[in-house]
């Protein structure tokens, strides 16, 4: 790439993350727990009112999240809450997990600019979806094998 080309590319990124966080920057350019949990012990996807959609499996051992993988639609910052979001869940216990909210996820991440408030709230949201329908199956067993899963 031309030293002028790479400039320019370098201008651009700079400007669109302008006023986010590096923890943002991180967490939306690589984000960690991507993918889906196979035999997930709880699952939900959830649409956003900005029209994103995330989805959550967790994977539970005696009380904990162990494992918690994420996707989304979504922009770099609902990509960056989602990643947070599972990065804050494993290794809790289900009810502290559950306690989890937009402002944890915002204070984790170093904050958000106020038109991307509600990518926290979405991954916050999703998460508990997630971890009532672990509960929900984990009372009654059988309707598991009633419900299209994945």
Known sequence: MSSELGKFVEDVQKEMWSGYTET?????TNPRNIGNVPNADGFRSITGFC?????????????????????????G??????SMVT?????????EAHRLSQDDILKALGSLPEESLHCAALAADALKVAIRDYLAYTKEPW????????
Request: contains cysteine; aromatic residues 10%; positive net charge.
């Open 24 to 28: 943002v920057i991180a967490h939306a």
């Open 77 to 82: 910052t609902t990509i960056a809450a989602g």
């Open 143 to 150: 309707k598991r094998a009633y419900q299209q899963r994945y």
């Open 51 to 75: 029209g994103d959609t995330m989805q959550i499996w967790l994977k539970v051992k005696e009380g904990t999240i162990s494992d918690a993988k994420f996707w989304t639609d979504g922009c």
């Open 87 to 95: 990065e804050l869940a494993k290794g809790r216990k289900i009810g």
